[in-house]
């Protein structure tokens, strides 16, 4: 995705689920002195960490703000951000509920030509399928899901971008395997990519969360090739968008 962006020496950056930081890293690293990246993300155990590695890199202009999507105009104005250049989210926009809402705030701090950039999810392959082929059976089907991911296909996200105001410049898919050494490995890495929600069972009633937790763990351990690894064949949208010039 930031291969996408193309040029962005000088630019002023926001990276929306910035997570640890290291996205922000690498922007502040393309944008130099002359540009600026914030961060913002939900969890300030994240901000923390990710304030620490700005901090070892004092010739960066990287900064890190706790808020959510919905929270970016807030602190725009209260960080008196100036001129927005660039909005990203990698692997966040399949966490967001109220995708129209955030997208429009996004298109509403972005400078005239400014531009965004996403990879999300697209759900046609995704690790989190395996847990959401546990919980469509008996006896836990027919609960509503409630705080977790939801993903848009191509056409869904184009729709969405579109009626935000933006104007889709690119939207591609990547295809990639994820690998781990083992069942245990895959579910920290999707605990720790799903904010800390991956298993997220509270929606069920109190006598299903254990059964429907060490299902979903029965489920990803078991799932090793003939050499021990365990791998995700994962299909991301990467798109970039354009705020109107004028």
Known sequence: MVDELGDITGKTVIDIGCGTGELAIVLARRVGRGGKVIGVDPEDRRIAIASQRAADHPELR????????????????QQEVGQIDIVVMSSVLHWIEDKPAALRAIHSILAPGGMFGSSSGS?????????????????FRGYRKEGAAEFVSENELRALLVNAGFRVD?????????EFDNGAAAMGWLN???????????Y??????ALATERIEEAYATIADATGV??????????TASKNAV
């Open 62 to 77: 990287v900064s890190f703000f706790v808020g959510t999507a919905s929270d970016i105009v807030r602190i725009v104005d």
């Open 123 to 139: 759900g046609v392959k995704h690790p989190l399928e395996k847990k959401d082929n546990v919980l469509s059976q008996e006896p």
């Open 170 to 178: 690119t939207l591609s898919h990547l295809d990639e395997m994820v």
């Open 192 to 202: 720790a990519s799903a904010f800390g929600n991956f298993t997220h069972v509270e």
């Open 204 to 209: 069920l009633p109190p006598g299903l969360q």
């Open 230 to 239: 365990t791998g995700f064949p994962v299909t991301m949208l990467i798109v």
